[in-house]
């Protein structure tokens, strides 16, 4: 089983800055893609970044490309999204997710709660 525990949410005001953190248990980490979603009230579940087992290729959503940034430290078991100029349209709760054979997201965390105010 894989578990991750994400931290780091919390309230900003609009155009502040956020660094959210997932930490992922096991020593396979360095395996796996990882992802960042999100869920804003009354919304579904959206796609907002990825990172390959290695850190050489990220992907974002169009709504947050260049704003936000995903990383990952696999010495450290953990995936970061670095979230800046946030809007209040960026209000939800924020998930990770790991892939851990090359497949759909099979392992999600608790999600950590986003609140921008403008």
């Known amino acids: 089983q894989v578990q991750l525990v994400e931290s780091g949410g919390g309230l900003v005001q609009a155009g502040g800055s956020l660094r959210l953190s997932c930490a992922a248990s096991?020593?396979?980490?360095?395996?796996?893609?990882m992802g960042w979603f999100r869920q804003a009230p009354g919304k579904e579940r959206e796609f907002v970044a990825a990172?390959?087992?290695?850190?050489?290729?990220?992907y974002y959503a169009d709504s947050v490309k260049g704003r936000f940034i995903i990383s990952r430290d696999n010495a450290k078991n953990t995936v970061y999204l670095q979230m800046n100029s946030l809007k209040p349209e960026d209000t939800a709760v924020y998930y990770c997710?790991?892939?851990?054979?090359?497949?759909?997201?099979?392992?999600w965390g608790q999600g950590t709660q986003v609140t921008v105010s403008s």
């Open positions: 997710a790991a892939s851990t054979g090359g497949g759909p997201y099979n392992y």
């Open positions: 096991g020593r396979t980490f360095s395996r796996y893609s």
């Open positions: 990172i390959n087992w290695s850190g050489g290729s990220t």
